[in-house]
């Protein structure tokens, strides 16, 4: 039997002995290729430009800044007692420091009331007097000087003795004439004061020249001594401080081990893991010297009435000063900085035994 499909058509052949394409099918047309977006293979390098590396830092900087201030307030017991300490240790030679300058201002007064006292020889006229007295004030060691007749002296002296009626008994005056001498005293108050003492005596028309050194070279060595003592006590208290700082620094590099050896496998530099430690120890120095300038101020201020009564019961004028604006900011500066450099041993000493294996 014939089939009904209906048959399928002959290909012929080309002249390559290749079949023919039919003529009713049409040629299949090949895909284009597809093309794949290929990342290519390995790192690429690109340049940054120095903003965006000023940016980084500054940026790491805040960082750090912030994040080391807030892990210092997350535990607020253990900072305030770091801060308390390091506040100990800045106030008491800031303490001395304040006690040692009202020291000078007294001294500085009392010194300021000295004078030598020049007297002159009978024969010497009061032109000769004043003619010295001229030549005297012109000299730079010499503040003023003040000439004093015989008849001026011997009407101070009835005012002050009380004994005017018997001094106007008296056949002559006996008193000679005086030039008060005030001196300017210098660092070196002693020596200064021998050389213009020398320098007054060797003229011809002075008789006797009377200055009493002894209590003026015995405030000067203890003022000399105080200033050492107060620069020693600063230098031992400034060590304590670093020495506090430095502790607190290297438990928490211990707390952080883990954190650095991670760090610095992904390539961190020294610079970048030691930078939230110094800003840390940056902010016990600051928080420390906030501290100090608030006990020094409370301190100072209970203290000022009693030292004030004290100073009107001797008719003086003196007011116990404390540290001012300027002063307190100086301390809170120099707190900061000593924390820094505290730190900043501590980090060198222990970051360097840390590295990744």
Known sequence: MKSNRPSKPERRPNRMGASATPRNERPRREAPPRVENVRPQGAVSSQMSWRDKFDAWSAHHSNSAIESLLRMLGTPLQSLMTWL?????????????????????????????????????????????????????????????TYVSPEQALEEFKLGSGLGELANHLDENPLPAVILVKPKIGGNAPDALTSLQQALVADPLVADVRLDMLWVKRLHQFITVAERFVVALAGLLALGVLLVIGNTIRMAIENRRDEIVVVKLVGATDAYVRRPFLYTGLWFGVGGGILA????????????????????????????????????????????????????????RHLYQIQPR
């Open 85 to 145: 300490v390091i506040a100990i240790a800045i106030a008491l030679p800031a303490a001395l420091f304040v006690v040692f300058s009202n020291v000078q201002q007294i001294g500085q007064s009392w010194q300021d009331s000295s004078q030598i006292s020049v007297f002159l020889k009978k024969e010497a006229s009061a032109g000769q007097a004043q003619d010295l007295r001229s030549r005297w004030a012109k000299r730079p060691d010499v503040v003023q000087a």
């Open 293 to 348: 300038a608030i006990l020094l101020a409370l301190g100072f201020w209970w203290l000022s009435a009693p030292v004030t009564q004290l100073a009107d019961l001797y008719q003086s004028s003196f007011r116990l000063q404390g540290l001012g604006f300027i002063e307190s900011l100086q301390l809170i500066l120099i707190a900061g900085f000593t924390g820094l450099i505290g730190a900043w041993i501590a980090v060198a």
